[in-house]
């Protein structure tokens, strides 16, 4: 029977017998979001190639430990994740807020620019950017919440699940967090900079 | 609806989160309320944006190495499984299992030696000498009672005597008080050596299943060829059977 129709608890199973082509299928079924998620909150490759790495070891080693009843394969991925994640955080300091830029070299926002398609697209990704950036500015606990709920669509409850928390907590730091968030991007847009990025 | 009730739905309004007559009333009060019309623009710019952010990184995943990496450390950890098989046929566990061969062995040539006739209890007649089988030929009833290496013969008995008394006759092995009474005399058994020069002999009392005449040459009723029945073995120093002797239980 091909893995791709095996469930997540199938593979496990079989992963646990020593299946390494379960394993396999169990990867690269669920690290891309287990990298995105680390990409997201650290800001750094090397550090989520290191968490993802780091969360399917445990996987190896403590997979008999997963309680299905308690939640899903890829809530328990995504805690061991986090708990990673802030501890690289706490260790290597990644978070670096935007700062402003002491030279003034940095270019600053005019506004809307012309209707011009490849302007548009140019605008487009330096709106990402900002966003990328301002997420990264944010204290890590409102980041967590809102790496999970608005850029990996997770239910209230699936993030409470993750982060180990009320669902009324994960609104509460979701609401505080966009607004934190807001306020950045509207601080950046009207001066840009993107040097205070860890990339 | 009005504005403090707007504003704690504002975000699940935006990120499509909010439905039913709850979204209706939420919008219904954008349309009538510049302030919360404006919050309402700004939590769907930011949703658009973080949207925006989650499609330019939806590609992203981790590089080949890491797979491999992990594939590697999977093999390790699973290699040792096979080792604890190995450890099992340890020298300790080997030794082990020779000494409880040996004792099984010894227990059972202690039993055998069990079964073998006792000497002589009654004390009547004269205590006959060892006697060697006689040639390979039919026995005549009444003859050859072999005694055991080492022990005192056991005294010569007949069949007709031993239907004389009233007990039957103590022959061959006597176990637990049983009383038997033998019928005929030994028989040699066809393809069986030859004894050699001072050759001593040993009387084993068995049971057998009819059928297993076969495999010592002699012919088998086969209606009775599963019914078990007792012989009396007389076995060469070489351990290999020389003649048989039927025992026939008999019962008061």
């Not at chain 1, 620019?113 to 990328?132: T, Y």
Request: charged share 25%.
């Amino acid at each position: 029977m091909s893995e791709q129709n095996l469930s997540d608890q199938d593979l496990l199973n079989r992963m646990m017998g020593g299946d390494e082509a379960a394993f396999t299928a169990l990867y690269r079924r669920r690290q891309p979001a287990v990298y995105r998620f680390a990409l997201q909150m650290s800001g750094s490759r090397t550090t989520a190639e290191d968490v993802t790495q780091e969360v399917f070891m445990v996987l190896m080693r403590e997979g008999r430990n997963f309680d299905p009843s308690r939640g899903s394969l890829p809530a328990f991925l995504y805690g061991i994740a986090r708990n990673h994640v802030l501890r690289c955080l706490e260790r290597d300091q990644l978070y670096v807020p935007a700062a402003e830029d002491p030279d003034g070299s940095g270019e600053e926002a005019s506004g809307p620019a012309a209707a011009d398609s490849a302007l548009d697209d140019l605008l487009r990704n330096e709106r990402v950017e900002s966003v990328r950036g301002a997420v990264l500015g944010l204290p890590a606990h409102y980041r967590e919440v809102l790496v999970l709920c608005d850029l990996h669509e997770m239910s209230y409850e699936q993030a409470a699940a993750v982060l180990g928390c009320a669902v009324g907590t994960v609104r509460s730091r979701l609401r505080r967090a966009r607004g934190l968030l807001a306020e950045k991007l509207r601080t950046g847009s009207r001066k840009m900079n993107a040097a205070g990025c860890p990339i | 609806m009005n504005c403090h009730s707007f504003s704690s739905m504002v975000m699940d309004l935006a990120r499509g989160q909010l439905d039913g007559e709850a979204r209706r009333q939420a919008l219904a009060h954008a349309e009538t309320c510049s302030k919360c019309a404006a919050r309402l623009a700004d939590e769907r710019a930011l949703t658009a944006g973080l949207r925006a952010l989650a499609a330019s990184q939806q590609a992203e995943q981790a590089p080949v190495r890491v797979e491999a990496a992990l594939r590697l450390a999977f093999r390790r950890q699973a290699a040792p499984a096979a080792a604890p098989a190995v450890m099992r046929w340890s020298p300790r566990w080997r030794w082990a299992l020779a000494t409880v061969a040996a004792l099984l062995l010894i227990g059972a040539v202690w039993v055998l030696k069990l079964r073998t006739p006792a000497p002589a209890t009654a004390g009547r007649g004269p205590a006959a000498k060892p006697a060697a089988l006689p040639a390979p030929q039919p026995a005549p009833v009444g003859t050859v009672i072999l005694a055991r290496p080492g022990l005192k013969a056991a005294p010569a008995r007949t069949t007709a005597r031993a239907q004389k008394r009233k007990r039957p006759p103590q022959a061959g092995a006597v176990r637990n008080g049983e009383e038997r009474e033998t019928e005929g005399g030994f028989l040699p058994l066809p393809y069986a050596p030859a004894w050699g020069s001072g050759e001593s002999a040993m009387v084993v009392r068995g049971e057998m299943p009819r059928s297993a005449l076969v495999s010592l040459g002699l012919p088998v009723n086969a209606a009775r060829a599963a019914e078990p029945m007792k012989v009396d073995l007389v076995l060469g120093q070489d351990g290999v059977a020389r003649a048989i002797r039927f025992v026939r239980e008999s019962r008061r």
